[in-house]
């Protein structure tokens, strides 16, 4: 999986950090087609998690700072993308992985930065206020 100019939502910080989910998900798929051990592949998974964990933290902070409409929706898909991210994370101590399993969260990622996250910053670019408690 390659970064692509397209994915850019135009707020630098939150393309960065998809910058490098993308990374992370093409060092865990090199790593598979490699034929890397499980605690190789399983350290790469665990980096992806924590990445993806910081960076969903940042888009939610973002969403209720800016009074996000569809932030329920939002989360749900984050929710959704760890509960297979753990599932991969489980299967790859057993050395087990599957390579759909991957497959599916690039091309859930990937839909996601061009659907939800698309969404998302064209709200803030569109210049919703900030939300006064």
């Known amino acids: 999986m390659q970064w692509r100019d397209t994915y850019s939502l135009g707020i630098r910080e939150i393309d960065e950090q998809h ?3 993308i990374g992370n998900f093409t060092t865990i798929e ?3 087609r490699q ?13 992806l998690k924590e990445s993806a ?5 940042c888009e939610e902070a973002l969403m209720r700072l800016f009074g996000y409409p569809d932030i329920r929706l939002h989360t749900a898909e984050h929710a959704h993308f ?3 991210l753990s599932e991969i994370e489980l299967h ?4 087990s992985i599957e390579k759909e399993r991957v497959k599916f969260l690039r091309v859930w990622m990937t839909k996601h930065i061009a659907g939800s996250d698309r969404e998302l910053a ?5 210049g919703a206020p900030v939300v006064k408690a």
Do not use: C, M, P, Q
Not at 35 to 47: K, L, M, P, Q, R
Not at 92 to 95: A, G, L
Not at 122 to 126: E, F, G, N, T, V
């Open 122 to 126: 064209r709200h803030i670019l569109a």
């Open 92 to 95: 790859s101590i057993n050395r």
């Open 30 to 32: 090199e790593a598979i």
């Open 53 to 57: 964990r910081f960076h969903f933290t």
């Open 82 to 84: 760890f509960k297979v």
């Open 35 to 47: 034929g890397e051990n499980w605690s190789t592949v399983y350290f790469h998974v665990a980096d």
């Open 19 to 21: 910058r490098a989910l």
